[in-house]
């Protein structure tokens, strides 16, 4: 685990060496908090995007929602879901589902205005999604695009925490049980009817903090028991 | 924040007391929030620490306890936890802990206070006393003020106004030596039916007599008497008469109960005006009276047991309406008035008159104007110290026998703990009496009290009120004194709690129990009354009608004008509900009763009676330091 701790720590300064000044340096420069500090006192940001598909060569970001976490309370009021306008037009199937209309698109800001305030948001935080591999994807994919570096990050998957927590009660998870409404309705967290990034990150955020509270450990749980790599 | 967060400013815009504020704050609110999980058994804060936000539960319950570990409150779903505290300057008193896995959002202090400032409303909600509270969330609800003073309406007027509100002229007067003619006369050129007859030597202003048109028709016309007679021969002397302080509902029940038409009214003593049945009928016709009328009408127990059937039909009028409940317990407790009354006239027919002066006497509910549905009955007899068993014991026994029978008979039932006249206990002389409230009152306990406290809520009904008016103010002699009696009577009227609060669909009660209906009259009413005698007796009022007393023991200084305004609200509050309540159930072909079902209540419903319910523990509060019934 050491190893592990001292790879991700010196790729980071590494990266931050080599980076162009920009907004992906500025990320790099803030230290990401060490992987044996206890859980509630680090910083989360929920993050959630919505996406024309899952393969991130291909497909595009449509919109990003996030909320932080700090001091084991989910705050509201800097919460944000912001729109992001396609390069090309959404495909029908996604609209619908989405509800995010074409119209609504075009007026939004392209993905280079967009991505700065993200990884502003996100500097100093640790990333917490439901299912993080999409997250992790298209936003590591568009900073080697647009700043020519990876976003090399832990994030905080509740999707596996949920995943850990159904196995050690030696039950196999069906896929749908590890979804995200499934997945809250267990911890007696209510059902959002919404659905956008933003309120899907929320969801996650207070998903997460339930997961933790359930944790039967003596101690609070550490951050690299909480994260993947 | 961002606009979106919809969903949560739906949720807390869905809860009192946030359902009061604009959109603009409600949005600003919604995005103050942080969102936290709280595990079951974890607690939220505890006592000392310090508290920096509201609490607002999403999902899950939350109980608060007192350092000792007794419960004080639980909520669910849409309540808060932490309001004391933050009002305290944020140290906590209390623990509050999860009692389920729980969502809550904490709204920040600053927030919390900066709607506080801005939205009254918002601030009265978490005013630690009820009272003010309970004024304007009524006032919200458009109900109007304590005593009904709502929608005009013709049957709660006749309890608003008084006889002095309805006198429209100065009396029309005449000398008693004038002459028929003169009267006749005198009567044309006013376009009055009556005369009161007033002695010009008779400084005093009282009515000598009463002349009628009616008079003039059967007295002289039909009997040919002539015209230079003198008034006082024909009119009637010594009328009967109210006073300007009476209720318009009072005289309409003297005139139908005597068949009068005209009805002198007396203010300080002086003649001040007469009211006549045209004033009466002009105003309204109504069915309470018209019921009373019919009472007396009937000749058996059974004719007025099917006469009182319509009773429960003129609740459900009277509630619909708007007639306030003072209004309503005044009404009810009239007929009730009415049936023992006219019981009364027909075993007197039977029996023959009484052998010495006596007066019957309503206890509890009926003797405070504060009948509802029809109850079981009270009352008690209370005869002149010439009473020789021996000589008069028999008839007493079956003229009581033969009232209280009847009373069963009209829907009164026997009631259970035999407080009633034709107990041998309760039909006694005034010298036992007044021997009984000695001993209640000089050597107090627990137990007898309890018994008795029915007792000191007395009202004379028919016979010789003088007798009545006597043994009251050898009581109330007695207890404006008695610290010690006092102490007891405030201990017993401790005995009985309001609920702590609701959780979901349960009554919370102190000690952990719960029950799924809510008793309004033991719970709510009761408390109130209790507290009422207690003011009462130690002002040394004779008032015994709560909201009477009230009044008045908050004139001698008794209880504070706040609390007896908070008290009023409170007891109007829950009488109100009652009555609501009892109406549904007899339109349902139920049988009304006491407990309503928390499910039937709206959330602004159950927010009320909790503050209806903070005014009598605060007030109880005060009574128990005041007493210092802990001692007991």
Redesign the interface.
């Given at each position: 685990m050491l190893r592990h701790v001292l790879g991700l720590d010196m790729t980071r300064r590494a990266l931050w060496l080599v980076g162009k000044p920009g907004p992906m340096r500025d990320y790099y420069q803030e230290d990401y908090p060490t992987l044996d500090t206890p859980w509630h006192a680090v910083d989360y940001l929920a993050i959630d995007l919505e996406t024309t598909g899952l393969d991130p060569m291909h497909d595009e970001i449509l919109s990003v929602g996030f909320a932080p976490v700090r001091r084991g309370a989910v705050h509201m009021a800097e919460a944000r879901h912001i729109l992001v306008r396609p390069t090309r037009p959404v495909p029908e199937q996604t609209a619908i589902i989405h509800g995010l209309l074409d119209d609504r698109l075009a007026a939004a800001p392209p993905l280079e205005d967009v991505l700065p305030v993200v990884l502003k948001a996100m500097t100093g935080l640790v990333p917490l999604a439901h299912y993080a591999p999409v997250e992790r994807r298209f936003l590591s994919h568009a900073c080697k695009r647009l700043y020519g570096q990876p976003l090399i990050v832990p994030y905080v998957d509740t999707l596996r925490l949920e995943q850990r927590s159904v196995e050690r009660q030696q039950e196999t998870a069906t896929k749908g049980a590890l979804r995200l409404n499934a997945a809250r309705e267990r911890y007696n967290l209510p059902r959002y009817r919404a659905h956008n990034a933003m309120m899907d990150a929320i969801a996650a955020a207070e998903l997460f903090l339930a997961q933790v509270a359930h944790m039967d450990t003596k101690r609070p749980p550490r951050l690299d028991e909480v994260s993947v790599g | 924040?961002?606009v979106?967060?919809?969903?949560?400013r739906e949720?807390i815009a869905a809860h009192h007391p946030f359902d009061m504020l604009p959109d603009a704050s409600l949005e600003k609110a919604?995005?103050?929030?942080?969102?936290?999980?709280?595990?079951q058994g974890?607690c939220l804060f505890q006592t000392d620490d310090t508290v920096d936000a509201l609490y607002i539960v999403?999902?899950?319950a939350l109980e608060t306890r007192d350092p000792s570990g007794e419960m004080l409150a639980r909520v669910g779903e849409g309540e808060t936890a932490g309001a004391a505290a933050l009002l305290r300057g944020g140290r906590a008193v209390n623990v509050v802990e999860a009692i389920?896995?729980?969502?809550v959002y904490?709204m920040p202090a600053e927030t919390f206070h900066t709607l506080r400032q801005h939205h009254k409303q918002f601030a009265y909600f978490f005013q630690p006393a009820g009272g003010e509270r309970l004024r304007s969330g009524r006032a919200v609800a458009g109900q109007g003020g304590p005593r009904g003073s709502g929608p005009a309406h013709a049957h709660l007027d006749l309890m608003g106004i008084h006889l002095g509100d309805m006198l429209k002229r100065a009396p029309v007067t005449i000398p008693p030596d004038a002459t028929i003619r003169e009267a006749g006369a005198r009567m044309s050129e006013q376009s009055v039916s009556c005369l009161m007859v007033v002695d010009p030597a008779d400084s005093g202003g009282r009515a000598a007599g009463i002349l009628t048109d009616r008079d003039l028709r059967n007295r002289v016309v039909a009997k040919a008497l002539p015209y230079d007679t003198p008034v006082s021969e024909v009119m009637t002397p010594d009328p009967l008469s109210l006073t300007a302080d009476d209720y318009l509902f009072d005289a309409m029940l003297l005139m139908t109960r005597h068949n009068i038409r005209h009805l002198p009214v007396m203010k300080d003593g002086k003649l001040a005006g007469v009211i006549t049945n045209t004033n009466l009928v002009q105003t309204q016709n109504t069915s309470a009276v018209y019921l009373v009328g019919d009472i007396f009408k009937r000749d058996t127990a059974e004719g007025m047991r099917d006469a009182l059937e319509m009773v429960p039909e003129l609740i459900l009028q009277l509630v619909e309406t708007g007639a306030s409940a003072h209004n309503i317990g005044h009404v009810i407790s009239s007929l009730s008035d009415a049936a023992t009354v006219r019981l009364m006239a027909l075993a007197e027919m039977r029996l023959g008159p009484a052998p010495v002066p006596f007066v019957w006497l309503a206890a509890g509910s009926q003797a405070r104007h504060e009948q509802t549905a029809r109850s079981d009955q009270d009352n008690c007899l209370l005869m002149h110290d010439s009473y020789d068993e021996t000589k008069h014991g028999e008839y007493f026994r079956a003229f009581t026998r033969m009232v209280c029978d009847g009373l069963n008979i009209c829907g009164y039932v026997y009631c259970p703990g035999e407080v009633m006249a034709m107990t041998d206990q309760w039909r006694q002389p005034l010298k036992v009496w007044k021997n009984y409230f000695s001993k209640w009152i000089d050597q107090p306990d627990p137990k007898s009290l309890m018994l008795s406290s029915v007792f000191f809520d007395m009202r004379p009904i028919y016979g010789n009120h003088a007798l009545f008016h006597d043994l009251r103010a050898f009581v109330l002699k007695k207890t404006s004194g008695s610290k010690i009696f006092l102490a007891y009577l405030a201990s017993n009227a401790l005995s009985r709690q309001p609920p702590l609060g609701f959780f979901r669909n349960l009554v919370m009660i102190r000690g952990g129990e719960h029950a799924n209906t809510l008793d309004l009259k033991h719970r709510g009413i009761v408390p109130i009354v209790d507290l009422a005698r207690v003011y009462a007796l130690d002002a040394g009022s004779p008032s015994v009608n709560t909201l009477d007393r009230l009044e008045t023991a908050q004139e001698k200084g008794a209880v504070s004008k706040d609390g007896a305004a908070d008290l009023r609200d409170a007891w109007d509050f829950i009488s109100t509900m009652r009555l609501r309540h009892q109406a549904l159930r007899i339109r349902e072909n139920k049988r009304a009763d006491h407990y309503v079902s928390l499910e039937t209540l709206s959330n602004f419903e159950r927010s009320q009676l909790k503050d209806a319910f903070s005014v009598v523990k605060t007030m109880q509060g005060a009574l128990a330091s005041a007493y210092q019934t802990g001692r007991m």
């Open positions: - | 924040m961002d979106e967060l919809i969903e949560i949720f919604a995005g103050s929030l942080r969102g936290l999980y709280v595990r974890k999403r999902t899950g389920e896995d729980s969502l904490a």
